[in-house]
């Protein structure tokens, strides 16, 4: 039986790309909310929550309103890039993103506040900005935590299935991701090449989720200081 | 010179009652410290000056600077506040070397004196043998030292440190204090010392500021403040007082006597300038200006009959503890011989007693 290797790169490079910008995003946003007063925080933390919990066809609805060529933003995109976002690869990137960064940005979120804020206050006391705190005091204290995160994101990533569906399509060679292709598999009644692409992709979950576990202990935690 | 004029409201929630802050207070140059017990808002006092907490009400001026205002809305960063602060558990960064601490905090040094700098204090604080390693391969002295020394690298304009001692054993401690007095005398950096143990005003303090519920109730020398309490409040804190409820029963200037009630016994005291007949007080007397017999017969001149509950024998004298939380220390009394008699008068002097 030959196998189409193209639904696996892709699903990688999907992956890749949508955790690179999650980080930039997600940590971002988790250390304002972790880290600044303001009003509506709690309405920030439950609007990037609300992908976590819709139902992915859901979503994916919302961003092919907001993404298609007839939305400004689809026509922004079109006019800067030459094409349509939706149904490209790129699309299948964007889908990835919103699957991900909520759990990247709650799991974020935990670790900041989880770093002993008195590590955050000697660094001010001591004349550090707080650019220069996040990246040389935070960041680095909560460095294991956040690399579990990512993992976590990634293997999200890897994993969506809807949200892609709705708005990057099923277009075998183009968009089609691995999850996709399973289904496609399946319901094509190929259950032999379904079966290998499911074990795959298991197996890619399972050692990205044993590198997380292992990142997650952090030796810096506040349990060890004293 | 530090001068603290703020008022701050934290309002009841889930576990805490709420409390109002309001205190007082300036400290020049040697050692303060703020004294009083858990909850009293000196550590919320401290972390108002340097800049984790915003007052809701007043401001604070360190030397010429206004660091809070509430009226014109100055509010300045940490970082603008040039305080150095030593943390309850040091704070030192886990991910660092000693070394790398300290430089972190000498960012603002130029770069051609930072290293000489980094490694004149890692010398000054007898860390040079320990300089590459992390904060969890150092001792507790070795600790305390690096935060001190890395609180003072940026020539800060005044030291605050929150309960340094807590939780330290007493050779730890005696270290502590030696660091400190070195740092005072070599640096001349005020310092702003919280603690809730009153051996500490004594081992360290210029000046002492009792803070009880929010407020500042008394200043003054250690010594003094020890040995005149303003308050009934001041010399329970102190725990070294015995305060007998008493109610004024006769004055007499001209002979320098009072009479005093204490439950159904008449005590004879000095005369109490600005008090009334029919006041009630506090008369504060110290263990040791007690004595006390075991009872047989009727209670003397300035006796009171009261029931033994508790013999400690301490390394220079024996305390015993009566009902109504009253306690005597004498020298060359033998507890063993005593722990079974049950009524004792004790004798009070009739000069030298404070009603508060």
């Known amino acids: ?226 | 010179m530090i001068a603290v004029r703020i008022r701050k409201k934290l309002p009841p929630g889930p576990g805490s009652a709420g409390f109002s802050l309001e205190i007082d207070l300036q400290a020049g140059a040697g050692v303060t410290v703020l004294f009083g017990p858990s909850g009293a808002g000196k550590s919320l006092t401290l972390d108002s000056i340097a800049g984790f907490v915003r007052p809701d009400e007043g401001r604070i001026l360190l030397d010429d600077q206004i660091l809070f205002d509430a009226e014109s809305g100055v509010h300045l960063s940490p970082q603008a506040r040039h305080c150095g602060y030593v943390f309850q558990n040091y704070a030192l960064f886990p991910h660092m070397t000693l070394r790398k601490n300290l430089e972190f905090a000498a960012e603002r040094i130029p770069r051609l004196e930072r290293h000489r700098k980094v490694t004149e204090m890692i010398e000054r604080f007898r860390l040079s043998d320990v300089s590459g390693r992390r904060p969890l391969q150092l001792s507790g002295g070795q600790k305390q030292r690096c935060s001190i020394a890395r609180a003072l690298i940026g020539s800060p304009r005044i030291l605050l440190l929150d309960e340094p001692a807590r939780g330290l054993d007493a050779p730890l401690r005696a270290e502590l204090y030696a660091t400190l007095r070195q740092v005072r005398a070599d640096f001349g950096t005020p310092i702003l010392l919280v603690t809730h143990d009153f051996n500490e005003c004594f081992e360290l303090a210029d000046e002492m500021a009792v803070v009880k519920d929010g407020r500042v109730v008394q200043t003054g020398a250690p010594k003094k403040v020890y040995e005149q309490p303003g308050s009934a409040d001041v010399a329970r804190l102190f725990g070294a007082y015995n305060l007998v409820p008493v109610e004024i029963r006769a004055l007499d200037p001209g002979r320098n006597s009072s009479r005093l009630r204490y439950r159904d016994f008449d005590l004879a005291g000095p005369y109490f300038p600005g008090r009334l007949i029919g006041d009630h007080g506090w008369l504060c007397v110290r263990p040791e200006q007690l004595s006390a017999v075991p009872q047989n017969g009727k209670p003397g001149l300035n006796q009171v009959a009261a029931a033994l509950i508790r013999v400690v024998d301490k390394p220079q004298s024996t305390r015993l503890e009566f009902a109504d939380d009253i306690a005597v220390e004498m020298p060359g009394l033998e507890a063993s011989t005593h722990r079974h008699i049950k009524d004792w008068l004790i004798e009070f002097p009739q000069h030298n007693l404070k009603l508060l």
């Open chain 1, 1 to 226: 039986m030959a196998i189409d290797w193209f639904p696996l790169w892709l699903s990688l490079r999907v992956a890749v790309i949508s955790t690179l910008l999650a980080s930039v995003v997600g940590l971002w946003l988790a250390w304002v909310l972790a880290n600044s007063k303001f009003r509506g925080k709690e309405a920030l933390d439950a609007a990037v929550t609300l992908p976590l919990v819709l139902p992915p066809t859901v979503l994916g609805y919302y961003l092919l309103v907001l993404l298609g060529r007839s939305s400004p933003v689809g026509h922004l995109y079109e006019s800067l890039f030459g094409g349509p976002l939706v149904f490209t690869w790129q699309a299948a990137v964007v889908a990835a993103l919103f699957h991900a960064t909520p759990l990247l940005i709650k799991s974020a979120r935990a670790a900041f506040e989880s770093v002993d804020h008195s590590y955050e206050r000697a660094a001010r006391t001591l004349g550090a900005s707080e650019l220069r705190l996040f990246w040389t005091v935070t960041l680095p204290l909560a460095r294991r935590s956040i690399f579990a995160a990512a993992a976590l994101a990634f293997a999200r990533s890897l994993g969506d299935f809807g949200i892609t569906l709705m708005i990057a399509g099923n277009i075998p060679g183009r968009t089609q991701t691995m999850a996709i292709a399973i289904y496609d598999a399946v319901e094509s009644g190929n259950g032999a090449l379904a079966r290998v692409l499911v074990i795959i992709i298991s197996a890619v979950a399972l050692v990205i989720l044993a590198l997380a576990n292992r990142f997650a202990a952090n030796p810096f935690g506040p349990r060890q200081t004293l």
